[in-house]
Nanobody
Framework: QVQLAESGGGSVQSGGSLRLSCAAS????????MGWFRQAPGKEREWVGA????????YYAASVKGRFSISRDLAKNAVYLQMNSLTPLDTAIYYC????????????????????WGQGTQVTVSA
């Protein structure tokens, strides 16, 4: 399995930016895809985006496309989520997740498509 640890969350005013980091350890050579999700209180976990671990191809939810960008550093076993033009609607706990079982039929936009999860980091955007 893969262990994941998010960092970089905090409070920011509307229109501001934050960059989240996710450090992976353990069997990182098994990673196929790294995803970012977010969850606001009382709401379902929502897919934000994903990146192919080896190829670096990125995919984004329509709600964040053009504002958020995902990157990864293979040498550091890390993935990043750069968030710009933040609004209060972006307030949530943000999680990174690793897809290691390529036999899964679930897609990368579903939480069931991932095998390992971080603990999450809080992002709060004030008006």
């Amino acid at each position: 399995q893969v262990q994941l640890a998010e960092s970089g969350g905090g409070s920011v005013q509307s229109g501001g930016s934050l960059r989240l980091s996710c450090a992976a350890s353990g069997r990182t050579f098994t990673i196929d895809t790294m995803g970012w999700f977010r969850q606001a209180p009382g709401k379902e976990r929502e897919w934000v985006g994903a990146i192919s671990w080896r190829g670096g191809s990125t995919y984004y939810a329509a709600s964040v496309k053009g504002r958020f960008s995902i990157s990864r550093d293979l040498a550091k076993n890390a993935v990043y989520l750069q968030m710009n033009s933040l609004t209060p609607l972006d307030t949530a706990i943000y999680y990174c997740a690793a897809r290691t079982n390529i036999a899964r039929t679930s897609t990368i936009i579903s939480e069931s498509g991932y095998d390992d999860w971080g603990q999450g980091t809080q992002v709060t955007v004030s008006a």
